[in-house]
């Protein structure tokens, strides 16, 4: 390549090679080293952060217990139509993996997998496993469905079938409130059992209110700091920076301390006679308490950006708008407000995507009503250990704070961001 | 800020009133942190001020729940966890970070927008999923309920900051500063710690102040993650308010509040070293 182009007249290095080639050479040794500086990183973050929360997510979607423990089921299933009961052959493989299934020891795999999908199927596997081990021969169809009257059941075998796949979209399906009957349409649950959806939209109403609430005080304290004297306002930063800087779990204990019924500020209105001793206020373990926490926790995550666009608003934009005659009220919502645009936007996504996410305060403050989204992930991780609803709910939960995070990086930029 | 001498009765009204509602969003923001600090003094087992400590009794206030925490073996324990898990994962992601910044601030770093959302993500992910998805990966791997696991999962979860701190420092880096150097014949290698390093150190100090408090401050990962032995203070505290909040809790509050004041200091006289270095003495 490099003789080709390499005429008379050309400039070179010292060593005869064509100037344009050398410096791509040092060019291109110089991405490397820079890729090489990253490359550790990338490498541990993706291993040990990107790929597990994609594995924690895509269980969500992954249904491998139908297929592997029952693959005889599986198998002659296949050409079933689903009008009427299957024939013996797939009652024949039923005994066998159920047999295998015991013996093995993970058949409960099966039960726990079916029984999200239509309540009392645990003991419709369980029950008729310990049985079918004691079938001597066949045919077994009618022998297994005097064992259980489930087998006899259509709806029953189209539920295997539909989840013998190795993906399966039920408990998607299930997270956003609705289910697939027998004929394989997908319809919303009963009434009561819909729980996420609602929850998902409570997560973002919350979210949507502490953002709203943490503008509203932020705004004219982070006007006052970027519009003080540089000693001053560094002296009132330490109020906005010392909670930053303070323990969740600390912010969190004293929003307790200070909200329940026996607590200084519920003390205080007693002493004042504002409310009598039995008129308490019950201001925390419901949603008044988190949204008072967690807009305490999240101010400063506001104020910053806010401080840092308005401290780059020279103080002549209203002083002219003054001098030609508006008035301050107007100068300031028709000038000054409109250039602190990018920080009310920084300020917010930050908020929100921080707050959509929340679990410890919650947690903590929430009772039943103050709950969000994240505290249902954690009960189908750690109680009912649902994890394939929990990878679905997450997922779901991922792409939302996702497509905010997009919307911050496009607005703002991540790497303009700053901390302290 | 200050009113004009020519300011009218409305511009006064409206001066004043804008300060009183500064100094209520401001005692918001404070108060709440200070309020713990008298409480934890408490001589009863209550979290409210008691008659005897409103009038400034002193068989009113004790020590008693701090002797309690200094003498609780479990306690102390787990601020030992909390320390050493803290600063290994602060050691381990400031070399990384940092090692990764000075890469991607380099001009030739191809798909710089991509690897840094990449490096960044677990700040942005919500923690519940991170904890879920790490606590699946680290059982496989056989770490989790080892003091390794915790460190390596919180220095992922610290690295962004990192990240984003040094960055940030480089980007107003003066790369004349390193070219001058070299043509006045330094090695690379004298280059980098003689020029680059002291010049970054503020932003690298304070990315590792960051990843720390993010270890030490770290809760959701931990419930996952930690075993029984690898219990650390916010774990501690977690159990602790969920099950029976004692007032032992708030004399750790108050230590952890005396932790931030120092963290914070730190930081400040950073900035101020910073911003003297590059000629903006603040006024």
């Given at each position: 390549m490099a003789n080709t182009y390499s005429k008379v007249g050309e400039m070179t290095t010292n060593d005869g090679v064509p100037l344009k080639v050398s410096l791509r050479r040092s060019q291109r040794k110089l991405k490397l080293w820079a890729f090489l500086l990253v490359a550790p990183l990338l490498v541990f973050i993706l291993v040990s952060f990107i790929i597990p929360v994609v594995n924690m997510t895509m269980r969500g979607v992954e249904n491998p217990q139908v297929a592997n423990i029952m693959p005889n089921v599986v198998e002659t299933l296949e050409?079933?139509?689903?009008?009427?009961l299957p024939d013996e052959a797939v009652y024949a493989a039923l005994v066998t993996d159920l047999t295998m299934g015991r013996k093995n020891k993970n058949i409960g795999k099966v039960a726990t997998r079916l029984n999200y999908e239509r309540s009392g199927m645990r003991r419709v596997i369980t029950g008729s496993a310990r049985k079918a081990a004691k079938l001597k021969e066949g045919p077994y169809k009618e022998q297994m469905i005097k064992i259980n009257?489930?087998?006899?059941d259509i709806g029953v075998w189209s539920l295997i079938k539909r989840e013998?796949?190795?993906?399966?979209s039920s408990y998607l399906i299930s997270s956003v409130d609705r289910k697939t009957n027998d004929a394989g349409e997908v319809v919303a649950k009963v009434e009561s059992k819909q729980i996420y959806v609602n929850l998902f939209g409570k997560t973002l109403l919350m979210s949507f209110s502490i953002t709203i609430i943490c503008i509203v005080l932020a705004f004219p304290i982070a006007y006052l700091l970027a519009t003080l004297p540089l000693a001053k306002s560094n002296l009132l930063m330490i109020l906005v920076l010392l909670p930053f800087w303070t323990s969740l779990l600390v912010r969190t204990t004293t929003w307790i301390v200070l909200l329940q019924s026996q607590g200084v500020i519920n003390d205080l209105l007693v002493w004042m006679h504002i409310i009598d001793e039995d008129g308490?206020?019950?201001?925390?373990?419901n949603q008044t308490g988190t949204i008072i926490a967690m807009t305490h926790i999240l101010l400063p995550f506001m104020v910053l950006p806010l401080y840092s666009v308005m401290k780059t608003i020279p103080p002549t934009y209203m002083r002219a708008a003054l001098s030609l005659g508006a008035n301050p009220v107007t100068a300031f919502i028709k000038v000054y407000i409109p250039m602190t645009v990018s920080g009310i936007g920084a300020g917010s996504l930050l908020v929100f995507i921080l707050s959509i996410g929340y679990y410890i305060t919650p947690a903590l403050v929430g009772g039943q009503s103050g709950l969000l989204i994240s505290n249902m992930i954690a009960y189908h991780m750690?109680?009912?250990?649902n994890w394939g609803l929990a990878g679905a709910l997450g997922f779901i939960l991922l792409v939302i704070v996702l497509i905010f995070y997009a919307l911050f990086n496009k607005v703002?930029?991540?790497?303009?961001m700053k901390m302290g | 800020m200050a009113i004009p001498i020519y300011a009218g009765k409305l511009e006064r009204t409206w001066y004043y009133s804008y300060r009183v509602i500064c100094t209520l969003i401001f005692l918001f923001l404070i108060l709440p942190i200070l309020i713990i600090i008298p409480l934890s003094?408490?001589?009863?087992?209550?979290f409210t001020f008691t008659p005897e400590m409103m009038s400034l009794?002193?068989?009113?206030?004790?020590?008693r729940w701090y002797e309690e925490f200094f003498a609780s073996e479990v306690w102390m324990k787990s601020i030992k966890n909390s320390f050493s898990v803290a600063i290994a994962s602060t050691i381990l992601a400031t070399t990384l970070g940092t090692l990764a910044a000075l890469g991607l601030s380099?001009?030739?770093?191809?798909?710089r927008a991509l690897i840094m959302s990449i490096l960044i993500s677990p700040m942005i992910v919500p923690l519940i999923i991170s904890a879920a998805g790490m606590f699946f990966f680290y059982s496989s791997v056989n770490l989790a309920g080892s003091f390794l696991g915790l460190i390596l999962a919180h220095t992922a979860l610290g690295i962004p900051f990192v990240v984003i701190t040094v960055t940030a420092t480089l980007s107003g880096f003066d790369y004349s500063l390193t070219r001058a150097a070299a043509s006045l014949g330094a090695s690379p290698r004298t280059v980098f710690f003689k020029i680059m390093l002291p010049l970054v150190t503020p932003g690298v100090i304070s990315g590792a102040l960051f990843a720390f408090i993010t270890s030490f401050d770290e809760v959701v990962v931990a419930i996952f993650i930690a075993g029984p032995e690898q219990r650390t203070i916010p774990l501690q505290m977690w159990g602790g308010i969920r099950e029976q909040i004692s007032p032992t809790i708030l004399a750790v509050a108050t230590i952890l509040v005396a932790i931030s004041i120092m963290l914070l200091t730190v930081l400040e006289l950073l900035r101020r070293r910073s911003e003297k270095q590059r000629g903006l003495t603040p006024g």
């Open positions: 050409n079933w139509q689903g009008t009427e009257k489930a087998w006899g013998s796949g190795t993906f399966t308490r206020l019950q201001m925390i373990y750690q109680n009912s250990l703002i930029g991540i790497d303009k | 003094f408490n001589v009863q087992p209550y009794d002193p068989a009113g206030y004790s020590l380099r001009p030739e770093m191809p798909y």
